[in-house]
């Protein structure tokens, strides 16, 4: 890092001459190396510092506290939400002498001597640089102190309140349910899998999804489906993964971190792309990944009050002043090709940061955050959103991902989630009606789910068990025995007498009559179904003979047995049905 002595060597005299001013040195510095050693070491010894300190504006001061706080050096377009330095001749400088009006909080503090500009490294990034000498810090230190805490200012109250909660947790359970009874064909295999081809957008699964139908959230809920893996691509279908017995099994704020933080660190959905009103335009440029940018809003959402709404706006605020580089760490403010999707006009440089890096906050807060339960909305008579504030869950969830928990298995602070009450079994005419409690109790409604029909939800969840829901759960090899055992378990034991003996008249129909679904193997002669069955690999996947020239083979080999019959020299014809 340059000292002091180089830095003021660095800038043109009539800037020094100002500095000297200032700080009273009583010097007229000129072009001579002793005037800038004189000038150098009279501030260094100038009993003005704190004077000069407390003579800036109160951005010029939070603005140096950040310096000093960083080390001394940061970037310049880390500061740039304090003002950028314009650039000045000799002559220019002497004519216009803009240190009588400086222009933002950094023009302030470069005309007072207090920060100076540089080339170099900072934070990973080359460019140019701003920095205190060191020299300098040390005598600033303990004039200049630890920066003021960012202050969010709530509001007092909002026309109307919204809150998710566990919305999105309880709609990736639905999912689950409805792949378990209908894994999704469709997927193709060369895809991404990390973006695969099958959405939950195309679901109509009605009332059963807790929150907003938006497409946006419906592709979150598949992404995060794939990213903790829930779900799993086999024989080019999308059906549950055992892992998600493992997550179905957590407790509620564990599941909610869980989806938190697999939202904060994906690199491959970038919520840019679903601003309204804007359209980007990268070339064969990689869009700028955003869990680093996650990552810092959150940190600035855990600096919200306690109490009361805060306005969007104040949020994109703090992060312009002390993070206008979220987004995009190298600065860069015209890398992104971005339009104004009505006009057509393109958004470029740091005169844009409000459309989009601004505009990127507000959606991360009123979206994914609102969607994952980490804040509520505060809204407008006209139920547009202007504040938020961090729910009760989501401040726990804050202190984990702003800590780098890895959402899974972290302990964290929240108390143990209590017992449920006991699910309550009612007859009815058609079947059993089973209420059982929401909280706690999603793994056992996952189950529940193999056999009974889900109908309502608030607090608690309805389902009915019926003669058709059961008989599906046979053919899931689900028996009667293991219906009841579970009933009695989720019951507390007081599962009636009378679903018991409905339950065992219904099991006396089923099993009386068997329907497999095979296919037809047939050869030309006898001698090539001889040739077959005397393979040993084939031998296995082959069923019972229909006659000398025919067998039946289990549809779940069909695919096997067609490639090995191929190895053989045997190309079977396949026919459609009838």
Known sequence: MKDLYRCLADHPVPLRQAIARTWATGLTPGDDLADVRALAD???????????????SAGAREALAVLARE????????????????????????REQPWRSPANPLEELLYAGLIYRAYGSAEAQLGEILLIPEELLT??????????????????????????????AEDVLAILVHLRAAPAAGLDPESDPLAPSYPPGTLDLGERLRGPRDPERLALIRQILWRLRLVRAHRQAVQPALRA???LRLDGLRRQRALLVAWRDDPHWNELWHLPGIRIDLGERPAPPLPRARRLVLEALARSPREGWVPLEALAALLKRQRPDYVRADGDWDSLFAQRATSG????????????????????VTRSLYWLGVVELGLSAEGAPLAYRVSSAGWRLLADATGGADGTDAAGEAPDEPSPDPATVEVLDEGLAVTIPVAGT????????????????????????TPESVWYSQSAEITIAQIERFLQRIS??????????????????????????????????????????????????LGNSVSRRACLVAEEHVEELLALLREQGIWAHVRGAG
């Open 345 to 364: 006009e393109y958004l470029t440089g740091f005169a844009a940061w409000d459309e989009i890096e601004g505009a990127l906050a507000a959606h991360l």
């Open 139 to 168: 005598l600033l230190e303990p004039i200049v102190g630890a920066p003021a805490p960012a202050v969010l200012a709530p509001l007092e109250d909002v026309p109307q309140q919204a809150a998710q909660g566990d919305a999105l």
């Open 245 to 247: 017995r493992d997550w």
């Open 42 to 56: 009279a501030l260094l010894a100038s009993p003005r510092a704190g004077e000069v300190v407390s003579a800036l």
């Open 442 to 465: 999603m793994y056992d409604r996952y189950q529940l789910e193999r056999f009974a029909e889900w109908r309502s939800q608030d607090g608690a969840a309805l389902y009915h068990v």
């Open 492 to 541: 507390g034991g007081k599962l009636p007498t009378a679903a018991q003996a409905m339950l065992q008249a219904w099991g006396g129909r089923y099993g009386r009559a068997f329907l497999s679904r095979v296919a037809l193997l047939e050869t030309v002669d006898e001698e090539t179904m001889g040739q077959i069955r005397a393979e040993p690999r084939l031998r296995p996947l």
């Open 71 to 94: 080390g001394g050096a940061l970037p310049a377009h880390r500061l740039r939400g304090h003002g950028s330095i314009r650039r000045f001749g000799p002559a220019r400088l002497a």
